[in-house]
């Protein structure tokens, strides 16, 4: 069984910065990419970052510049770097992973989220 879990989401002031972490726990599980998605209300589910097995990086057009994805060594616990925050960067950021269950079965797993807030 795999399990995402994502922290790190806070209120903080415009311009501000935060870290959010992704944790995937499954011992079983071989991540190919880690990704993070942010769900605003009303408004459809939108690319934030996501980082791939070889390293290529993917970032949406609205956050390119100010926010940086990564990996730790053990690969299991992702990152999300955000500076100068914006209060349209106001949203619920969701963590992506895809991989392969036991090395065969292909499987998409998502977190509950984490709340970030920007006031301006």
């Known amino acids: 069984q795999v399990q995402v879990v994502e922290s790190g989401g806070a209120s903080v002031q415009a311009g501000g910065s935060l870290r959010l972490s992704c944790t995937v726990r499954?011992?079983?599980?071989?991540?190919?990419?880690m990704g993070w998605y942010r769900q605003a209300p009303e408004q459809q589910r939108e690319l934030v970052a996501v980082?791939?097995?070889?390293?290529?990086?993917t970032y949406g057009d609205s956050v390119k510049g100010r926010f940086t994805i990564s990996r730790a060594n053990a690969e299991r616990t992702g990152y999300l770097q955000m500076h100068s925050l914006k209060s349209d960067d106001t949203a619920v950021y969701l963590c992506?992973?895809?991989?392969?269950?036991?090395?065969?079965?292909?499987?998409?797993?998502w977190g509950q989220g984490t709340r970030v807030t920007v006031s301006s």
């Open positions: 980082l791939s097995r070889d390293g290529t990086t």
């Open positions: 992506n992973v895809r991989g392969y269950i036991g090395g065969i079965r292909y499987s998409e797993e």
């Open positions: 499954g011992s079983t599980f071989t991540i190919t990419s």
